[in-house]
């Protein structure tokens, strides 16, 4: 029994929701693949041929990541629990290059999952976020250009399995040291009671 699968279909219907816009020319537009560690979009997601900037469009297909593997990462990252089913949902549904969410005064870009190296950017974000991780807030997505990782806080779970989201503006963080939990809690920016919460309010562009 597949117990993802009420989540996977809520995330197949929000990601077509998503880049059902008259922006989606924009939203999925991306440099093509032109080597195998680039980020550029590879062949299979492809959607038509090369501008003559080496840009194509590129369209959702399935995903291929398995459970499995995203419980291999959370205890290759030592999470002190897993991450919430609508956010390995979103990497069980579809491939994809890109999702950008817009808010009233911000954004916040969730981990691309392509068809090559589908999970490597939220590694990078997990690597990157090792002291974050343990005082028990996990990143799971950047506030926009980078200005700092958006975390669950994991020592306040809610019945569904989700967490309160956060922000931590990078420039308060020190680079290389680990802060107390005690101090994270004065510094986190309270965005979201959940993230599904956080992906419905959101717009697309």
């Known amino acids: 029994m597949n117990e993802l699968k009420p989540y996977q279909d809520w995330m197949e219907k929000w990601l077509d929701n998503h880049f059902d816009t008259p922006h989606r020319e924009f939203l999925m537009s991306h440099p093509a693949k032109t080597d195998e560690d680039d980020f550029g979009v590879p062949v299979d997601m492809q959607d038509g041929e090369e501008d003559e900037e080496g840009w194509v469009r590129w369209k959702m297909i399935p995903s291929t990541v398995t459970v499995a593997q ?20 979103y990497f069980t549904t579809r491939f994809v290059m890109s999702v950008t969410l817009r808010y009233n005064h911000f954004g916040i870009e969730l981990p691309g999952v392509p068809s090559a190296h589908p999970l490597r950017d939220v590694h990078a974000l997990w690597e990157n976020g090792k002291s974050l991780i343990r005082e028990s807030y996990i990143p799971f997505a950047t506030y926009e250009d980078g200005a700092g990782p958006i975390c669950w806080d994991m020592l306040q779970p809610r019945e569904d399995g989700d967490y309160p989201v956060v922000w931590f503006d990078h420039e308060a963080l020190t680079e290389g040291e680990r802060i107390r939990r005690s101090v994270l809690e004065t510094l986190a920016q309270p965005l979201f009671p959940g993230f599904q919460e956080m992906l419905s309010s959101a717009g697309s562009a």
């Not at 959370?74 to 002190?80: F, K, N, S, V, W």
Request: net charge neutral; hydrophobic share 45%.
């Open 70 to 89: 995203i419980r291999e990462l959370e205890r290759a990252h030592g999470l002190p629990v897993t991450v919430p089913p609508l956010y390995a949902a």
